[in-house]
């Protein structure tokens, strides 16, 4: 079969899903036919695309990824959540207040918000879901974002017990937060997922709650009504939320397309509303011509785009080794081949959108390279390297695209033969968390604005999203230190010092910074994009 035939009945079979959940018939029968009844017409329904296809999880607690983050924003309502104007606002909490010493904030929540079962929201489904995604059997990856909280660290490791963690309710509508130090980002942090409330009888009744609508309990402004595995996914509005007016759309239906040109086929043809960021990655071929029509638009945000290596498995033991594959990667060629966007190419982990420091720790020098991989062999004790896995998400063409132009830069600047392999998303991810892989792809965006969100992920190599499972013991200094230091000029200093070890030691390989591109639809309105990468569907409005 030819590639156009192939592309063209993909999308017939996926338009044929599509038609048949973006409607509101059914079926009326007259005893002799059947016939479908009169479309709701003022329905508004959006056709969606998850980037990454399947979800790995619906779960606040466990969800480490965009796919799934996508789906719980839009199901559930932390304390704080962002507005219309991008700017982070007052959600459930109706107002908060900070102690002088800044170590304690009180929310009040707002009265009468309901789960989506219309059982009432209260303070003590926010202590319930903390002090769950700490319990260190939860298994929870971004467990360490609650760590700012007093206890909550000891807990996770087991040195103190769910009662010392400083989270409380004081009464149905009064939230307590005892912080260990001062933590301007705070406020903003409980708009993360890992911060939402749960449900406890629905979370502790059963163990796959999160997978099937039927058990799905939410407080958000939209409620699952179906989800068929690695095909699609409904969301319909959750006339129990508590801002449901400000809700526009009567459904999201999210097919799960991996194949980005077959997703840009269904955008150009009507049949998906959005193109490129963050339904879909945007077919790099497609990107120039988009560029000259001047209907591309740049989302620019704190992410960084890498390489990262397990320094639990040898060759990558050895940090002149990592060095090496790190020198050997031609940057600019790689941004302006296979990316096609005005991004900078990245020498740094923390990225310079976070006004943080623009430094370039490091410089490529392919000479420098093949020098620093001989020393790193003697140092082993080789002669030769290992064969040499790189692993990246088949879900993704870019990532396909990097792990082959690096692949010929790898060989062609060090001399090394790698191979390279896809993986199904899901699979990919828990290979790294479970350190099941050689080196990787490695794709990190902001979860709040400040560095240490990027820095801190290496403060222990048992943190969850330490895929690299590095750790050194200078760097925890310095990162316990950020979290006591008041000043923000000595603060910052302790953190660029932190930074500079990590691209000494090069656990990651930083290659280009953030920017996603994405096609305007002029019927879609007001589909959040916050600066650093989360989406919302709240406030999106949908013109047929």
């Keep these: 079969m030819n590639k156009r035939m192939s592309v063209f009945l993909s999308c017939f079979l996926v338009f044929q899903v599509l038609a048949g959940c973006s409607t509101s018939d059914s079926a009326v029968s007259d005893g002799n036919t059947t016939q479908p009844t009169q479309e709701k017409s003022q329905e508004m329904v959006l056709n969606w695309n998850a980037d990454g296809g399947e979800p790995p999880t619906a779960d606040p607690g466990l969800a480490s990824d965009g796919t799934s983050f996508d789906v ?19 959600a459930a909490a109706e107002s908060y207040s900070v102690s ?11 009265k009468d918000m309901h789960w989506n079962n219309g059982e009432p929201v209260t303070a003590h489904d926010f202590e319930y879901a903390w002090k769950r995604n700490l319990d260190p059997e939860t298994g929870a990856e971004y467990a360490y974002m609650l760590f700012f909280i007093k206890g909550a ?72 009504e179906l989800w068929e595995h690695k095909n699609k996914l409904v969301l319909v509005k959750n006339e129990k939320y508590h801002d449901k007016d400000a809700v526009k759309l009567d459904k999201i239906v999210s097919s799960m397309i991996t194949d980005t040109n077959t997703a840009q086929a269904l955008f150009e043809s009507g049949d998906l509303d959005w193109g490129g960021y963050p339904a879909y990655t945007l077919p790099a071929d497609v990107i120039p011509g988009l560029q000259e029509e001047g209907k591309l638009v740049i989302s620019p945000y704190p992410n960084t785009v890498a390489v990262t290596f397990n320094t639990t498995k040898p060759p990558f033991t050895n940090k002149k080794i990592r060095q090496a594959f790190s020198y050997a990667i031609q940057r600019q060629p790689l941004v302006d081949g296979i990316v096609q966007t005005e991004v900078p190419a990245a020498y740094a982990w923390v990225p310079p959108s976070m006004e943080f420091s623009g430094n370039d720790y490091f410089k490529e020098d392919p000479v420098k390279a093949k020098e620093l991989l001989a020393e790193g062999l003697i140092e082993l004790g080789l002669t030769d390297l290992p064969e040499m896995n790189y692993t990246y998400g088949s879900g ?34 828990q290979n790294k968390r479970s350190k099941n892989y050689q080196f990787a792809y490695r794709n990190w965006s902001a979860d709040f604005n400040d560095p240490i969100n990027f820095l801190e992920m290496f403060k222990d ?6 895929d ?36 000494e030691e090069m656990p990651i390989a930083p290659i280009y910074y953030g920017a996603w591109p994405y096609i305007q639809n002029d019927k879609v309105k007001g589909f959040l994009i916050n ?14």
């Design 72 to 90: 719980i924003t839009a199901c559930f309502e932390g304390l704080t959540r962002y507005g219309p104007d991008g700017k982070i606002a007052n």
């Design 100 to 110: 002088p010493d800044l170590l304690t904030y009180t929310f009040k929540l707002k």
């Design 153 to 224: 660290e000891e807990f996770n490791t087991g040195k103190a017990t769910r009662d010392q963690v400083g989270v409380k309710a004081v009464d149905d509508l009064t939230l307590e937060v005892r912080l260990n130090s001062p933590a301007p980002f705070f406020y903003e942090l409980t708009a993360f997922p890992t911060l939402f409330p749960l449900h406890q009888k629905t979370v502790e009744a059963n163990p796959n709650w999160a997978s099937s609508p039927e058990n799905y309990v939410g407080n958000g402004p939209f409620k699952m």
């Design 396 to 429: 993704d063409d870019r990532q396909k695209k990097l792990a082959v132009a690096l692949q010929d830069q790898w060989k062609r600047n060090l001399g090394v033969d790698v191979n390279i392999s896809g993986l199904e998303e899901k699979v990919f991810l």
């Design 461 to 466: 190599k048992t943190v969850g999203t330490n």
């Design 468 to 503: 690299a499972a590095w750790e050194n013991a200078r760097y925890r200094e310095l990162i316990v230190q950020s979290y006591l230091e008041m000043d923000p000029a000595k603060r910052k200093a302790i953190m660029l010092e932190a930074e500079s070890i990590l691209m």
């Design 531 to 544: 600066s650093f990468g989360g989406k919302d569907f709240k406030y999106t409005t949908i013109e047929r």
